[in-house]
């Protein structure tokens, strides 16, 4: 007897097998050029679209699903990029894909569920960690010399900030300092009586 319900089940095993049989074939096509050895982190990639593909038939309910979702797309795609050009040193400050990948997962749990709360929790992680890879990103490429000029920004950054602690806490000697408000009210109080 044939039903109408689609078995999803089914719709991606069958994707799944023409995906590696064209891997396969390309593979034999063109023997100079190792497909598995570029193309294996979109296995990881797929098991994080799995993860959406359950959250869109399991409902509301199955929201959830976006934050692992999130996760392993991001860390397959962080993980191409490294193979494609040999990066791998780009792991320590990595992890930091990671957390924006958790926001992008509660951002996109909120819209699917209409939470402006959630939404809005996303939106922060991804900033977070958008600064965080950039300031560590930053920090760690100095480190591993991937650039020319990289060898003298570290010493530069840290006379520069030096420079700023002592002119700041000079400016902070030479400045009076405020009272608090409290003080100067209860001081006028006091001299009114």
Do not use: C
Not at 99 to 127: C, D, F, H, W
Not at 148 to 168: D, E, H, K, M, T
Request: aromatic fraction near 16%; hydrophobic fraction near 55%; proline fraction near 4%.
């Amino acid at each position: 007897m044939f039903t109408n319900r689609s078995n999803p089940g089914s719709l991606i095993a069958g994707a799944a097998l023409i995906a590696v049989g064209l891997l396969a074939l390309a593979g034999q096509l063109f023997r100079g050029f190792d497909f598995w050895g570029a193309i294996w982190p979109f296995f990881i990639v797929g098991a994080g679209a799995l993860f959406f593909v359950g959250m869109f038939s399991g409902g509301k309910p199955a929201a959830g699903l976006a934050i692992p979702g999130s996760i392993l797309i991001a860390v397959g795609l962080m993980l191409f990029l490294q193979n494609l050009f040999g990066h791998w040193e780009s792991w320590a400050y990595g992890w930091t894909v990671i957390l924006m990948a958790v926001g992008i997962g509660i951002y996109i749990m909120g819209r699917y569920t209409e939470n402006p709360g959630q939404r809005a929790s996303g939106l922060s992680l991804i900033k977070i960690g958008a600064i965080m890879f950039v300031v560590f990103g930053a920090f760690f490429e100095m480190i591993f010399n991937s650039f020319a000029f990289s060898r003298f920004l570290f010493p530069a950054a840290l006379i520069l900030f030096g420079v700023y602690l002592i002119w700041g806490r000079s400016r902070s000697l030479t400045k009076p300092q405020d009272m608090p408000a409290e003080m100067t009210n209860s001081s006028t109080s006091l001299e009114e009586k």
